[in-house]
């Protein structure tokens, strides 16, 4: 049965996420990734304060050098501080699966919305293309993007985004299909709602839950493909630093180096772990109220 | 009978619909390439006037849908021009590079099925213990280690420190299967671990949720139990969710395998993508790309079809 | 409350002070306590009570099938002469389906869509009598039969999606007796169906019941299904047991006031368009359950200082009639109006 | 070397192992007139035989020609071929022959008719006898005869146009299978110049992926592979060999000379003394770079004395600031470099450097194909590359590039064209030298948009034991 | 009789609805389920039309056509004598305001996100009736009316009891005064003590507000508690109709027979003494419905003339209706 013990709340007016937010915050991993991922984005946000060099500051001569208490993670293959080039590349770690997730967004969430509720023809016809793009790998489909409109590190992520897009179609339409069955989507109708009112006030709201899933995951995702990207050459604008493209130069030259790669390494399978779980929590906590 | 046929039918039109729709989108995102491919075919030193003969020869001078339709028609004969770079017929180069890609590719989908599904199984049943931990430790790690960092690990260690097999390359099943599987061994593993934490990972999902499901309560009352009960009740259903995976990952696999073959030096379909992808060798491109998305839509194909093989509800 | 000894040899089942509890992470929760029960042989006992207050887990105890965070906490539960609260899990699995069977509410969900019926039905006999899958295959289509479906052979080798909900059942029920055990409990089997369906399915009980010696432990909500087909009745309310009493007796003279509401709130054909009565309030959920009578909040005849302290024991009303409540006397017939 | 061949004699020829070599890039055809791009000529080299043979250093010696003459005005060139060569299809190789080959090179097809068009006409004089006329002198033509302009081919496979894929030459090697990653090519017995030809055949493997070449080379995949300087220090840790065989190319800083900015002098003056060449030498070129202020290595018969002692090296990061500071504050540019990683370091440095003196540069690391096309459309502030200014010819490749940019028609210094024409009047290279060196000279007074870090010598990278490899050129390889 | 006949609130004539099946059924692909079957269906002000019949008959299908939330195949549905069947979406406003639903899944009705004060205003809002600062207010107001504890309008429907949360359903769909109100199974979830209180309230708005109610149930007893008339759909049709008493004491139609039989009663000694009629075989697939009667497969008393005629639903005195040929007789003629 329903949670009747609960307590009355006070009044005012909640929305859901304050709720899903203090519920992932009580969840012991939850508070843990939201830690991480506030800290990183504190990172990207203030580099130059955090970072303890000038990132692009050269110095051929003491290249490739260990950790020393000048540079605590070494040097690269030019002799640029390594710590202080993570830091930066925090901000592309933090940008670029925000700029490719978003464009997966905007593309995928009301197309999505609309095909799960008005379901038909032209809904079919969604389907049939976001198919026809599933169908062609990710990776080759970001690169196909690159060679047509050339590379860098936001055609790369639009493209990401673009290959993104038709699997949170998918997501949204299946988990729209859901709530359209649901009572108070019928309920909306009957009042009169108008389609936009119902879609806006009362499918997307309810579809968030997978769609944050999601979206945890791919922005995870998004960092993996940035790192294969750069190591195909097709990545970051130099010289900018990704932890992608950093930690493709320091494996290239890992026998001379070893150490190199392990900063860097831990920095994106980490981050990207962190994202993964999140999406995890999310689906347990936001699991957990429907069972409630 | 019929209905099944029809089924079968129906299906295998969606499929083709499909495929049209991804050489409508590959033939026309290309068009949006800077450069032409006829500067690509002259090269540095041409003259205008050759320039024009290579348009005219490439039937670039006739209008977009022309283009489109023409290739179309090719390609229904199996005929997807020919490399602006290599002047060869794309087929073939592309036919050449199959077996290494097919053969990393299988293999490492035998190995995702094993380890992940007998990892994931062992997790899920074991729910909350040891066991599980380790599992999802390890499929979350997986899952977030770029394939290309793998495999050089794999490289240093297997290849040089250990010296069990070669570095790069790729030796034809022609040459033996010994030099065969040695090639392609680190590879399979590089680009297998994240599908084999994938699967690990729905395969945990799946026997978690057959546990909880009403019908194990009743085998269970029944008396079943232990292995009788994994293997009559919980494997065969958990496997709905597993084989589901195997289908969706099937892109990813073969996008994977990009990156695996640059690592490995393996020349196979995608090192021939990206070396035309860095040319700007259209034709290879367009012919690599529906090849792929024409595998991924049947390997769904099949995945669709084995679901009547695991859930008869879907059989008829 | 009787000591094993004098547990009389026909009785198949004797629940006894049977206490469950919910253990979290943080707290311990007490889901259910002091139930005390008996089956006997060719009976029918049903476990009647609103949602929540305790029919399937104390169902689930009986199978040694309790979820993970549940554990019985005290009492006994004495199957076929048998403290399961002492067996072994192994020794449980070889109770399940030979001495005791059960079926449960939905039946489309208890049937595993990947196997066919006449394999579940054949799995109890392969699993506790060890026969081939062709022998046990045999008597599944003689069972399927025997629970009144017709062409049993061809339905047999069917899938689960491929019957209709009352056919499930049916099948459920075969495989529940396939090893013919001595108590078969039903979690409210027939919720899920129409009335036309659940008259089929009772009925095929009834008739299975006077076919052998099997006792039947019936789990539902519904009044008028405890009506047509029980012998002994046990009133729960909020994980306690409230009442007992056969069959007759409850419907004629509750003793316990949540029974007499239970009662009078059914809505009867041909008394139309009147207001019903009502109980007011709302079941305590567990954790919550206050000091004295579970029932005090919602009771008319609370009696402060009385009802709301300590523990009220069950007493007697009648021969076999017992209630938890401390309005409920000897003398039969004196209970308070409403 | 000498010692190396002679440890290669004890083989006969074509009989020793099968040489394994790696490479970033695969000839997309074998037709020397169609290939378009120089850089294939080591594997067209195995298939054909040129007129003009020329080494390293572009020393130019008899090969099918054994003997060449330019007349006293240089407009005409008589050649006498060498007799009893056949091709690989066992037809004769004679003037008949030849005539046939340049008819086909001075053709609308062909990619190097641009570089032929001063010819005007080919005639056999006799059966071995080879007359060239030419509409201005042709000092630069035997040179351009040892190139893919020289590759002498079958007339048979000439007029069946088959040569891109089935290409029939007069070499020591005939072509075997050919697939995406891997061209095969096998001994021929019919070779006229048998002596010190070593392997039984050749497989040229393509792997883009520097990492992974230098990884197969350690996981003996490969027997030897073109490398980068900074992967030695590795290679040597594994225990292999490398080679420096020099080069007429230069790693160059390219700039467009009518963008804003660039197109004072001073300016590019600043960049050039910006650039730090001793420190890229140390990290990027393994200390094997050879600096110098013209693209030429102190070996490369163009080579100018000269010049090494003019200041155009100074490396003056305060003076280049000023200067920048003076003639172009706020100067913010974009550097393209091809996506191939050591050019991408390359142009990390040159962008470090830059913003040392003030100059902001982003840096865009585009694909080859991309690349040339823009350059070739002006398309570009500043291009980090690797140069061939060997190839055709260094007059012709100093007239395309000592312009304003490749659109313009203006030259770095009026006197330029007037260098280079002096350079076409005589064959001999010490005068060819001297004119051209004057040009360079010219250009680099000019501010010369075309700066030259430092020339490279490649970087080949061999398995333990490897002899007999001197020249970039797998021919006389013996693997152990 | 010289009567003025008042004009009924909602007529339902003839309404028709197919499915595409494969999606909900088990069906092969390509058949349609004709869920409703032309079913005619007067609701007159103030009264209780009940509507009974077993899972798949097409109760709540026809729930949803007569408040306009599918779409008609055919047939007309007039609301106070204007025709609404063919109205568009936007144009169907007013008539929503008018005519209401509840819902049988008191869990699944109310939008998980949304307070259970957003859920009894909400209509008001899309309606422009009031304002966003008087929706407390008014939200309070309609708890009163619906007995719901007001303190309990700022909670969330997974805080609300399955009782509540009904009421807050019921105060939603009379926040815009309707004269219809449609409720479909809206206890069928509950607990018995719950479930007494619902009905209670639902008779208690239609004494007080002159509601005309249309109730759908699978329970026969609460369909005749609350009803003045019953109509029994089988298949997709009604097969019997008329008032609650004639239906509950003479039903006539076999399967309203069995049906009642079935119905358990709470008494021990009625259980003794009736008749259960079991019905032979099973319930025919909604998408294969037989030739001629639909209900001759299983029913005791099928005849002959069953398999060929698909007896018409016919008055047979008293406003009871029934399409049974044992009643009727073999007629032609269409439905009255
Ligand atoms: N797995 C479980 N974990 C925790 N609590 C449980 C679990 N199963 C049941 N409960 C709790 O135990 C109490 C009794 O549940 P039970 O299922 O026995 O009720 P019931 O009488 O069968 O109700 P219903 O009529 O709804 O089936 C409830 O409060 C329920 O919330
Ligand atoms: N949206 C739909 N698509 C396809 N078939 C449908 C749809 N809705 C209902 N049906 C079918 O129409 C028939 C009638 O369904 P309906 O829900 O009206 O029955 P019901 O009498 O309300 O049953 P229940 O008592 O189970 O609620 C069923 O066979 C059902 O499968
Ligand atoms: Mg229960
Ligand atoms: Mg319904
Ligand atoms: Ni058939």
Known sequence: MTAISAPLRRPGHWIRMPVTLRRILHHRAGRFCFVFLTLLVLVAIFAPMVAPQDPYAQDLVSAMQGPSSKHWLGTDYLGRDVLSRLVYATRIAVNAPIVAVGLAVVLGLPSGLYAGYRRGRVADLMGRVADALLSIPPIVAAIAIVAAVGSGLTTTMLAIGLVFAPRLFRIVRGATLNVAEEGYVDAAESIGSSTARVVWVHCLPNVLAPLLVQISLMM????????????????????????????????????????????????LTVTILVLNTFGDVIRDVTADRKEA | MRSRLSHVGRRLAGAVGTVLLVSVVVFFLLQLAPGNAADIVVGEDATPQQLDIARAQLGLDRPLIVQYLNWLGGVVHGDFGDSLFTRRSVATGLWEAAPATLSITLLALLLAAVFGVAAGAAA?????????????????????????????????????????????????????????????????????????????????????????????????????????????????NAAIPVVTVFGLQAATLLGGVVVVEQVFAIPGLGSVAIAAVLRHDYPVVQAYVLMVAVVVVVINLIVDTSYGWINPKVRR | MKSPALIQTDTVLAVDQLRLDLSGPSEQLELVQDVSFEVRAGETVALIGESGCGKSLTALAILGLLPQAVRIAGGSVVLAGEDITRASSTRLSALRGSVVGAVFQDPMSSLDPTMTVGDQIAESRRLHLGESRKTAGERAVELLDLVGISNPRARAASFPFQFSGGMQQRALIAAAVACEPRLLIADEPTTALDVTVQAEILELLEDLLGRTKMALLLVTHDLGVVAGVADRVVVMYAGQAAEQAPTDELFASPAHPYTRALLSSVPQVGRTRQPLPVIGGRVPPAGVFPDGCRFQDRCAHVVPGVCTVGPIEIRHVAVEHESRCVHASAQFGSEPSL | SDDKK?????????????????????????????????????????????????????????????????????????????????????????????????????????????????????????????????????????????????????????????????????????????????????????????????????????????????????????????????????????GLEHFEIPAATAYAVQLNATQPGLDNPDVRRAISMAIDREGIN????????????????????????????????????????????????????????????????????????????????????????????????????????????????????????????????????????????????????????????????????????????????????????????ASNDPRHVLVK | MNEVVESPLLTAAALTKSFRAGRNSRGTARRYVRAVDSVSLEVGKGETIGIVGESGSGKSTLGRLLTRLLPIDSGSLLFEGADVSDLKRAQLRSFRRSVQMIHQNPYGSLDPTKTAAHAMTEPLLVHNIAKKSGLVGRAEELAERVALDPRLVQRRPDQLSGGQRQRVAIARSLSLGPAVLLA????????????????????????EEGLAIVLISHDFATVSHLSHYIAVMYLGRIVEQGPADRIA????????????????????????????????????????????????????????????????????????????????????????
């Not at chain 2, 671990?193 to 309560?217: H, I, N």
């Not at chain 4, 003997?67 to 008949?96: C, E, H, I, P, Y």
């Not at chain 4, 350079?423 to 051209?436: E, F, G, H, M, V």
């Open chain 2, 124 to 236: 899920g049943l074991g729910r909350e213990t040891w066991v599980d931990r380790v599992v999802s430790l390890l499929a979350t790690l997986g899952i977030a280690m770029p394939s290309f960092w793998v495999g050089l690990v794999l490289v240093s260690l297997f290849a040089f420190k250990l010296k069990w097999f070669p570095a790069t390359g790729y030796a034809p099943i022609s040459d033996g299967i010994g030099p065969w599987l040695s090639h392609i061994v680190l590879p399979c593993v590089a680009l297998a671990l994240a599908l084999s934490a994938e699967v690990a990972r729905q395969a945990r999902g799946g026997v978690v949720d057959v546990m909880a499901k009403p019908y194990m309560l009743a085998a269970r009352a029944r008396g079943a139990n232990g292995g009788w009960l994994v293997r009559r009740h919980v494997l065969r």
């Open chain 1, 220 to 267: 995870g995702f998004a960092l993996l493909a940035e790192a294969s990207l750069s190591f195909l050459g097709l990545g970051v604008q130099l010289p900018q630093a990704s932890w992608g493209s950093m930690l493709k130069t320091a494996a290239e030259s890992q026998f001379q180096a070893p150490f190199a790669v392990l900063p860097t390494g831990l920095c």
């Open chain 5, 184 to 207: 479909d199974e809206p206890t069928s979830a509950l607990d018995l003590s719950t479930r007494s209180e619902i009905l209670n309230l639902l008779l208690k708005l239609q004494l």
């Open chain 4, 282 to 469: 140390k990290t990027l070129g393994n200390g094997i770079c050879s600096i110098t202020a013209q693209p030429y290595n102190d070996k490369y018969w163009a080579h100018d004395k000269t010049i090494d002692e003019k200041p155009y090296l100074k490396h003056d990061v305060a003076a280049a600031k000023a200067l920048v500071a003076k003639n172009a504050p706020d100067l913010s540019l974009t550097i393209l470099a091809p996506n191939i990683t050591v050019y991408q370091h390359l142009a990390e440095v040159v962008q470090g450097d830059l913003s040392k003196i003030g100059i902001s540069a982003k840096v865009n690391a585009i694909d080859y194909v991309d690349l040339t096309t823009r350059s070739l459309k002006g398309d570009y502030q500043m291009v980090v590359t690797l140069t061939t200014p060997g190839s055709p010819d260094p007059a012709s490749w100093e007239s395309k590039y000592f312009k304003l940019s490749p659109v313009s028609d203006v030259y770095l210094d009026p006197k330029i064209p007037e260098y280079l024409a002096e350079s076409y009047l005589s064959a001999d290279p010490k005068l060819r030298a001297t004119a051209i060196g004057k040009a360079t000279n010219a250009a680099l007074e000019a501010g010369t948009n075309q700066i030259t870090i430092c020339v490279p010598p490649n970087t080949w990278l061999g398995a333990a034991g490897l002899t007999g490899f």
């Open chain 4, 6 to 238: 002679d440890g290669t004699s004890s083989v006969a020829p074509g009989t020793g192992k099968t040489v394994r070599w790696g490479t970033s890039t695969l000839p997309t055809t074998f037709d020397p007139a169609t290939v378009g791009s120089a850089t294939h000529i080591v594997y067209f080299g195995l298939i054909y035989d040129t007129l003009i043979h020329t080494d390293t250093n572009g020393v130019l010696t008899p090969m099918l020609a054994t003997d060449w003459k330019l007349s006293s005005d240089g407009m005409s060139l008589d050649m006498t071929l060498r007799d009893g060569v056949k091709f690989q299809d066992g037809s004769t190789f004679d003037a008949k022959a030849a005539v046939s080959n340049f008819d086909y090179m001075r053709s609308d097809k062909s990619l190097v008719a641009n570089s032929l068009a001063m010819v005007k006409s080919v005639e056999a004089t006799g059966p071995l006898a080879l007359k060239f006329m030419m509409s201005r002198p042709g000092g630069d033509l035997p040179g351009l005869l040892a190139g893919l302009a020289g590759m002498m081919s079958s007339p048979a496979s000439l007029a069946a146009g088959t040569n891109a894929t089935k290409p029939v030459g007069a070499g020591p090697f005939k072509i075997g299978t050919i697939s995406n990653a891997k061209v095969t090519f096998t001994y021929w017995d019919g070779y006229w110049n048998a002596k010190d030809i070593v392997p039984r055949s050749v497989e040229v493997s393509f792997i883009a992926d520097d990492a992974a070449r230098l990884n197969a080379l350690k996981s003996g995949q490969l027997d030897i592979a073109i490398s980068r300087a900074s992967q030695i220090p590795e290679a040597e840790a594994a």
């Open chain 5, 249 to 336: 004491s003479s039903c006539l139609h076999p399967y309203t027979e069995a049906l009642l039989s079935a119905v358990p009663v709470a008494d021990p000694a009625v259980q003794r003494t009736r008749q259960r009629i079991v019905l032979r075989g099973e319930i025919p697939s909604p998408d294969a419905i037989p030739e001629g009667c639909r209900f001759r497969l299983r029913c005791p008393k099928a005849m002959a003339e069953c398999a060929t005629v698909d007896p018409p639903l016919l008055q047979i005195g008293g406003g009871h209706q029934v399409a049974c040929l044992l009643h009727t007789g073999v007629q032609t003629g269409g439905i009255p």
